[in-house]
């Protein structure tokens, strides 16, 4: 670990001086601000780093800021008290919340400088001294709660455009890896080799496709050709986490290039298995292809839009055609009206349900909620294919709190399988004589939308009982 002069030093050898950079402390969050200010007057180091840094140098908002200090997390507990909470198990973290349960609630995320971790164990062998685990099985780093000081945290950051320093009292940007000439030149370059860091983190290339999609910035070759090679490493990050990464990548307004990236680097086949045999059939491919691009256009558009988007949505339309897969047996959904008849004289739709979820779940563990909500979407899509549609019924499904949303999805397997347009059009009628409109927004030419203001919740009534 460096000296304070030596830390001094190695600063010095990479600061961009106030004027030579667009950061200024006006463009960051104020409570991010009083995070660095509040830790500095504590006699500790902090800075603004990584994302928020990078998106200002490309002349865009940042959501979220992350501070990076020498503070270990139970000190920045202490600091800050009842306003910071530590979470995360892999590497512990401190969450600094400004706002809290109000609209303007804000989370700034502080986390130490990373150390070399000299002493590591393995998850069946412990050491008393060890500060890094690594999985015995998968080598892949399962917890790393070693701490440094700054010039080893450089090297633990992924990527050059992400190891960006702020200080925002000085106004000066430290840039360690040339990730200033990165983003001018838009690229994507790992720090270190390539293969160490992915054995270590497979998940890193994920992020590598996300903000390759995110940003528009292209993969160093060095970056990208272990991709090919290492994707089997993914088999052993956890569903969980496997889950969350997928939320960040499909759901943050740019789900159809973040899927074609995955696809050419063949990594589907390691987060939706099932899927991935279906989209390489030489039959089914091309019309799966095709509706997914619609979800994820109308996805990507809804985020545009400023509307939130679904998630448990997304998720069963990813899982709709192993589903419609599963269930042919008993019926094609995919051929347009169904014979009701053959489908609820039997259980058969909850067990085949039960078992694409269970499978998928080996890979990206859904949390229970979610999991009912895509059972009660594809049993409702199932519903509005059958034939005997009674009006008892149509009223039912019309009722159903998931209505809309299936609505969507129809037109969406209509865009991509002429077979369900009789199918769709049935409903356009019936949505007509019950004067409703649903306009799925992706359908739609494109055009500027003023942004619906959420309606303010009504003031409860007090009743006050006159006779006490």
């Given at each position: 670990m460096?000296?304070?002069?030596?830390?001094?030093?190695?600063?010095?050898?990479?600061?961009?001086?106030?004027?030579?950079h667009p950061?200024?402390?006006?463009?960051?969050?104020?409570?991010?601000?009083?995070?660095?200010?509040?830790?500095?007057?504590?006699?500790?180091?902090?800075y603004?780093?990584?994302?928020?840094?990078?998106?200002?140098?490309?002349?865009?908002?940042?959501?979220?800021?992350?501070?990076?200090?020498?503070?270990?997390?139970?000190?920045?507990?202490?600091?800050?008290?009842?306003?910071?909470?530590?979470i995360?198990?892999?590497f512990?973290?401190?969450?600094?919340?400004?706002?809290?349960?109000?609209?303007?609630e804000?989370?700034?995320?502080?986390?130490t400088?990373?150390?070399s971790?000299?002493a590591?164990?393995?998850?069946?062998?412990?050491?008393?001294?060890?500060?890094?685990?690594?999985?015995?099985?998968?080598?892949?780093?399962?917890?790393?709660?070693?701490?440094?000081?700054?010039?080893?945290?450089?090297?633990?950051?992924?990527?050059?455009?992400n190891?960006?320093?702020?200080?925002?009292?000085?106004?000066?940007?430290?840039?360690?890896?040339?990730g200033?000439?990165?983003?001018?030149?838009?690229?994507?370059d790992i720090?270190g080799?390539?293969?160490?860091r992915?054995?270590?983190?497979?998940?890193?290339?994920?992020?590598?496709?996300?903000?390759?999609?995110?940003?528009?910035?292209?993969?160093?070759?060095?970056?990208?050709d272990?991709?090919?090679?290492?994707?089997?490493?993914?088999?052993?990050?956890?569903?969980a986490?496997?889950?969350?990464?997928?939320?960040k990548m499909?759901?943050?307004?740019?789900?159809?290039k973040?899927?074609?990236?995955m696809m050419t680097?063949?990594?589907?086949?390691y987060?939706?298995?099932?899927?991935?045999?279906?989209?390489i059939?030489?039959?089914?491919?091309?019309?799966?292809?095709r509706?997914?691009?619609?979800?994820f256009?109308?996805?990507?558009?809804?985020?545009?839009?400023?509307?939130?988007?679904?998630?448990?949505?997304?998720?069963?339309?990813?899982?709709?055609?192993?589903?419609?897969?599963?269930?042919?047996?008993?019926?094609?959904?995919?051929?347009g009206?169904?014979?009701?008849?053959?489908?609820?004289?039997?259980s058969?739709?909850?067990?085949?349900?039960?078992?694409?979820?269970?499978k998928?779940?080996?890979f990206?563990?859904?949390?229970?909620?979610?999991?009912?909500?895509i059972?009660?979407?594809?049993?409702?899509?199932?519903?509005?294919?059958?034939?005997?549609?009674?009006?008892?019924?149509?009223?039912?499904?019309?009722?159903?709190?998931n209505?809309?949303?299936?609505?969507?999805?129809?037109?969406?397997?209509?865009?991509?399988?002429?077979?369900?347009?009789p199918?769709?059009?049935?409903?356009?009628g019936?949505?007509?004589?019950?004067?409703?409109?649903?306009?799925?927004?992706?359908?739609?030419p494109?055009?500027?939308?003023?942004?619906?203001?959420?309606p303010?919740?009504?003031?409860?009534?007090?009743?006050?009982?006159k006779?006490?």
């Amino acid at each position: 670990m460096l000296t304070e002069n030596q830390v001094d030093i190695f600063l010095n050898n990479h600061a961009v001086m106030p004027g030579q950079h667009p950061v200024k402390p006006s463009l960051i969050s104020p409570n991010a601000l009083s995070v660095v200010r509040i830790l500095n007057s504590a006699g500790f180091q902090a800075y603004i780093v990584g994302g928020a840094v990078r998106d200002i140098y490309l002349d865009a908002v940042p959501k979220d800021f992350d501070v990076a200090t020498n503070a270990t997390p139970e000190q920045v507990k202490n600091v800050f008290g009842r306003r910071a909470r530590i979470i995360g198990h892999r590497f512990r973290i401190v969450h600094v919340v400004y706002g809290f349960s109000t609209p303007k609630e804000e989370i700034i995320e502080v986390t130490t400088f990373r150390g070399s971790g000299d002493a590591v164990s393995t998850e069946n062998r412990p050491a008393k001294s060890a500060t890094r685990v690594v999985s015995e099985s998968t080598g892949i780093l399962v917890r790393d709660n070693s701490f440094g000081s700054i010039d080893e945290d450089v090297e633990r950051r992924d990527f050059s455009i992400n190891a960006l320093y702020y200080d925002p009292l000085k106004n000066i940007v430290y840039d360690f890896h040339g990730g200033i000439d990165d983003i001018r030149t838009q690229k994507i370059d790992i720090i270190g080799d390539p293969g160490t860091r992915y054995h270590e983190d497979p998940v890193r290339m994920l992020r590598a496709i996300r903000f390759s999609a995110k940003l528009g910035m292209y993969i160093t070759p060095r970056t990208s050709d272990p991709i090919y090679t290492m994707g089997r490493l993914l088999e052993g990050v956890s569903n969980a986490r496997m889950f969350d990464e997928m939320i960040k990548m499909l759901l943050m307004g740019y789900a159809r290039k973040t899927f074609e990236l995955m696809m050419t680097f063949n990594l589907i086949r390691y987060l939706f298995p099932a899927l991935d045999s279906l989209i390489i059939d030489r039959n089914e491919g091309a019309r799966i292809l095709r509706f997914l691009n619609l979800v994820f256009d109308g996805t990507d558009l809804r985020i545009k839009n400023n509307r939130k988007p679904n998630s448990k949505f997304l998720f069963a339309c990813l899982l709709w055609p192993v589903f419609v897969l599963e269930f042919k047996d008993i019926v094609d959904l995919s051929a347009g009206f169904i014979d009701s008849s053959r489908v609820y004289k039997t259980s058969k739709i909850t067990v085949v349900m039960n078992s694409v979820l269970q499978k998928q779940a080996e890979f990206t563990r859904y949390p229970n909620f979610m999991i009912e909500d895509i059972k009660g979407l594809w049993y409702l899509l199932v519903n509005m294919q059958r034939r005997d549609l009674t009006d008892e019924r149509i009223a039912s499904l019309l009722t159903n709190t998931n209505f809309k949303a299936c609505y969507d999805f129809l037109q969406y397997r209509a865009g991509a399988n002429p077979a369900m347009e009789p199918v769709l059009q049935c409903w356009q009628g019936i949505l007509e004589q019950h004067n409703i409109r649903y306009d799925n927004e992706s359908l739609q030419p494109e055009q500027k939308e003023k942004p619906v203001k959420k309606p303010r919740r009504p003031r409860k009534k007090i009743i006050i009982n006159k006779e006490l």
